[in-house]
């Protein structure tokens, strides 16, 4: 190969090489994904206790001080249920206005006692809010279980009152030789109460657990507020107020609870309580990926770039094949990548939703109990483009393999059928055979979608069809060509090729130089095969008009899919008198070009108007023309895909223009812009199910499915640490206003307290080099190299470099026996974790804890404590 060859070879290499370290990056290192606690700067006051207290500890003497910053950062977040985050306390809320307004506290005992009294009436007035939110939402949904409960209670009796009729009839047709004809009706109303009392028990838990978070949340709320304001008002708010509201007595929902594990034991289960409490039981909050599933994952992924990257290099060296037809191939393997692209990137849609608290196993109505996590998803797919990468390889390499061309593309297509189709349950790691009927039953109801009530997920899955209308072109000319064009009578795999440059080519053959046939040029039959998503999209939006009698949206909707079907059939009426005079233009092209501008035009404001819900004349001035409530982190992804939906729906009219306009070959541009309508489509559903979510959220629906799990005391106890945190509890999907609100804000404070102390320090530096000036050896531990770098930068320009060093090392593994003071200036969450480890000091050492004391423990005893609020300092004495 030449020098140019080598080039493109040696590129590509190294392309691939970036791609697979950038694949494996969220699968081999995930906590990659740092989080980070909000910093508070050390102000003149606190570090002048800082000395103060270094000089009651140490006596004078010269001791050795290791400074402790930010910890390891080690930050976890409480989600909360999404479809109720407006209805719980605003924990986050309320401990940042105690923050900030402590931050304000005059020096001054008079004037601090005042700002702290009118810190408390504006405190209280808040807190007063949240519990008569609280308060009212929870009366609501007890409401609505107890008359949840009474419905179930009364169709379970019914069943048992049919069931105990029908038992005795049929014993007596037994006896008589007769069959029971009731049996499968009486098995399929079990399985629906069963069902019932299962999601209604999810519910209840859902419902527990939000009493229980907000009674955890006033107390650590409270607590935080006694703590920094030095007096115990809030306790007595919370036992004159939050202790005797009616969210905080009611015990109905444990008797509910009760009363529904009750009935399924005895009356479904047969006294199982095994079998009852497993079909009751709730999944946990989050779901963990199996190691093995994530292994085979990145190994599949990994397998499927290195097999591309070997297709593109065989493709590139290899001879023309002057007697296998042109583009054939390429029909025959495309649409199978397409398919498989696209589950691929649904599988990524999963892990985006999950991040960004989108329920989408409540949207699509799945078992909350069992169903694909993304990254099962993702495996399936990778598998799939990995078998399809070696069938094209083994389609490239065939004459050296001596096995007929065309025959891994029907192998391919076949094992995908039987992995498909196949009744094979277990094991259910492998198979997921509920996950694959799921699939096609809801396929099938798409197919006959006029006859079948339609949900959420049957017309999103009909959208998904809409933009994998090549594949199904793809696939009918995958049976047409099998059927039709390829000679089987030799016990081989021929195609029936010819060598005619003039006239149509006949049905069964094959055009070797241009790779033209019936199957890909018969007008009328890849016109139908065109039509079939947006006809199923069409059916789907007339069964929703007759089921709801809306005109809008469902049949405006209904109207935007049939400008499919005046593309489509101008389209094949261009080409019919395109056949019958191929030297001229018909008109039907310049209306087929209109006709595809006007559904263009139609699509694009439907998805932005409709399907994603923008803009809103409510939407917030720092979000113009997106709308009120917002999940996704930052306006700028919303405003890039309505820009590049824009784009990639312009591309099918550019496809269309290009190709007849300037006769470039039609399979190359179908090849180029297919997979840019698949990566459309990934985009859209981020938003589309955003939308819906929204919309949930809005009703409160919660129901069918909730990803939560019932609170035990490990729970509360860790769920108490997490709201010690600066970012411990977080309300999954709050609208863009308040964070670009509470973004300004923090930043104007963070300001205002730099320029009003005059500090110009980080937080690994300031202390340490504060202790250095007063001459202790100083060491500061720092994971962020960033801060250990500036810091290290700092003593060299003051001149401390021998008096203070830094280090960039984990606290929990740092060996604390040489250090006779410590002082840490740390996270209040983080104290009680510091605990054992200060421990490992030796005896009568000294320790300094800055904004924050430590717990309640035996290793330290509490000397002395020099300041108030937040910057008070606890001096202790190693026991």
């Known amino acids: 190969m030449g ?48 000395s103060r207290a270094l000089s009651l500890a140490t006596k004078n003497s010269k001791g050795t ?46 004037r601090r006692e005042e700002h702290i009294s009118r810190l408390d009436e504006k405190f209280f007035n808040e807190c007063d809010q949240e519990l008569t939110k609280i308060n009212l939402f929870f009366s609501q949904k007890i409401a609505e279980g107890q008359g949840k409960h009474h419905e179930l209670q009364t169709e379970l ?5 049919v069931l105990g009729s029908r038992s005795e009839a049929s014993g007596i047709r037994r006896r008589f030789g007769g069959k029971d004809r009731f049996h499968k009706e009486t098995t399929r109303n079990e399985q629906q109460l069963k069902l019932a009392f299962s999601e209604f028990y999810l519910s209840l838990v859902l419902v527990q657990n939000y009493q229980q978070l907000n009674a955890t949340g ?30 905080f007595l009611n015990r109905e929902i444990e008797t509910l609870i009760t009363n529904v594990e009750t009935s399924v034991i005895n009356d479904l289960e047969g006294g199982n309580r095994q079998a009852g409490m497993k079909r009751l039981k709730v999944p946990p909050l989050s779901e963990k990926q199996k190691p093995l599933t994530t292994f085979s994952l990145g190994l599949f992924i990994g397998a499927s770039i290195v097999l591309l990257l070997a297709i593109l290099l065989t493709w590139m060296a290899s001879p023309a094949r002057p007697q296998e037809p042109k583009w054939v191939a390429v029909r025959l393997f495309r649409g199978p990548l397409l398919l498989f692209l696209s589950i691929f990137l649904c599988g990524v849609n999963m892990a985006g939703w999950a991040a960004a608290g989108v329920n989408h196993v409540l949207i699509f109505e799945v078992d909350p109990r069992n169903h694909l996590s993304y990254q099962t998803l993702m495996q399936i797919a990778s ?31 076949i094992i995908c059928l039987v992995l498909l189709l196949n009744p094979i349950a277990k094991p259910d790691s492998v198979f997921h055979r509920n996950s694959r ?9 798409c197919f006959t979608s006029p006859f079948h009530f339609v949900t959420f997920t049957d017309f999103w899955l009909g959208d998904q069809m809409n933009s994998l209308t090549t594949a199904f072109l793809d696939f009918q000319y995958f049976v047409c060509f099998y059927a039709t064009e390829v000679d089987y009578s030799n016990g081989w795999i021929e195609v029936k090729g010819i060598n005619s440059t003039t006239g149509s080519v006949p049905w069964g053959s094959v055009e070797l130089s241009n790779g033209k046939d019936q199957c890909a040029s018969a007008a009328g039959l890849r016109s139908l095969m065109s039509i079939i998503p947006a006809m199923i999209r069409f059916l789907q939006c007339l069964r929703r008009y007759r089921d709801t009698k809306r005109v809008h949206p469902h049949l405006v909707n209904a109207g935007k899919y049939s400008t499919t079907f005046f593309v489509v059939a101008c389209g094949a009426l261009n080409k019919y008198y395109e056949a019958s005079d191929p030297n001229s233009t018909s008109i039907f092209f310049y209306i087929w070009i209109l006709s595809y501008i006007m559904s263009f035009t139609y699509t694009f404001l439907w998805d932005i108007f409709m399907d994603w819900g923008l803009i809103d004349p409510r939407a917030p001035k720092e979000a113009r023309f997106l709308r009120e409530e917002m999940i996704y982190g930052s306006k700028w992804y919303y405003y890039l895909a309505i820009a590049q939906d824009f784009v990639l729906r312009l591309a099918w009219v550019l496809n269309v223009s290009l190709g007849e306009a300037w006769t470039l070959d039609s399979d190359f541009l179908t090849t180029v812009t297919a997979p840019f309508e698949v990566f459309r489509r990934f985009i859209w559903n981020y938003f589309r199910l955003e939308n819906e979510h929204v919309n949930n959220c809005g009703q409160f629906r919660a129901v069918r499915d909730i990803s939560v799990k019932p609170i035990r005391k490990g729970d509360l106890e860790s769920l108490l640490s997490k709201m010690d945190q600066m970012d411990g509890v977080t309300h999954r999907g709050h609208d863009l206003m308040e964070r670009v609100k509470k973004q300004k804000k923090s930043a104007k404070a963070s300001r205002q307290l730099l320029r009003k102390n005059r500090f110009n320090r980080m937080i690994a530096a300031a202390p340490v080099l504060q202790c250095a000036k007063e001459g202790y050896r100083s060491t500061g531990v720092e994971l962020n190299s960033i801060l250990v770098a500036y810091s290290k930068y700092r003593s060299i320009k003051e001149g401390l470099g021998k008096e203070a060093r830094f280090m960039r090392k984990n606290i929990f593994k740092t060996d604390l026996n040489p250090y006779e003071t410590a002082v840490i200036f740390g996270a209040e969450s983080l104290m009680g974790d ?24 035996d290793a330290w005893k509490l000397e002395h404590q020099i300041g108030e609020g937040i910057d008070a300092v606890w001096v202790y004495k190693r026991n």
């Open 834 to 857: 510091l605990v054992p480890k200060l421990s490992e000091m030796r005896s009568n050492t000294n320790l300094l804890a800055c904004r924050f004391p430590l717990p309640e423990n």
């Open 65 to 110: 001080l290791i400074d402790l910053g930010s910890g390891d950062g080690r930050v976890l977040a409480s989600h909360l249920t999404p479809e109720w985050r407006k209805q719980y306390i605003d924990y986050e809320r309320l401990k940042n206005l105690l923050y900030d307004d402590m931050m304000e506290v005059p020096a001054d005992d008079d």
């Open 437 to 445: 009927f799921w699939l096609l039953k809801h396929c099938y109801k």
């Open 3 to 50: 020098t140019n060859t080598g080039m493109v070879i040696a590129g590509v290499a190294g392309a691939t090489a970036l791609v697979i370290t950038a694949a494996a990056v969220p699968f081999v290192a995930p906590a990659l994904r740092r989080v980070c606690i909000p910093y508070v700067p050390a102000t003149t006051e606190q570090l002048s206790n800082v």
């Open 157 to 161: 009796q019914v069943f048992k009152d």
């Open 218 to 247: 006033f107390r650590k709320i409270l607590k935080k507020h006694d703590k920094l304001t030095g007096n115990e008002r809030g306790l007595d708010w919370r036992i004159n107020k939050v202790e005797k509201s009616s969210f």
């Open 383 to 413: 598998f799939m483009i990995m078998l399809w990468s070696f069938a094209v390889l083994a389609y490239l390499y065939a004459h050296m393999l001596h096995i007929p061309p065309f025959a891994p593309p029907l192998v391919l297509m």
